[in-house]
């Protein structure tokens, strides 16, 4: 959705600078998962266990609480390196929050 509006994007990225020290995990996660999802399949090898260190992983610096079944589905797809589905569904479950915080703005 925001990468189809840039103005939303802006309007998003504004709001994320101005929590800097306070940020928001989840509306880093969402911006990690659309470039994650935007981005070509060698760099999201890559991508996809940075997005898990960062986010995902119990000793995470922006550990973010997802359910069993999520993280159940990711370790089950990280030997193949291709998490764009359940990353995708993480990201849509967070939408209405993150819509939410741009209008707040």
């Known amino acids: 959705m925001l990468k189809s509006r840039p103005a939303h994007m802006t309007v998003f990225m504004r ?32 991508l996809g266990p940075q997005i898990c260190a960062h986010f995902l992983e119990p000793d995470a610096p922006l550990k973010i609480e997802i359910g069993e079944e999520y993280m159940t589905d990711i370790e089950s797809r990280q030997e ?26």
């Open 15 to 46: 709001y994320i600078f101005s929590q800097l020290l306070d940020p928001s995990p989840w509306s880093l996660f969402f911006l990690s998962v659309e470039v994650y999802l935007s981005s070509s399949p060698k760099d999201a090898r890559s």
């Open 80 to 105: 193949d390196g291709d998490l764009r589905g359940p990353l995708s569904r993480l990201q849509q479950r967070v939408l209405p929050d993150i819509q939410q915080q741009i209008q707040d703005y």
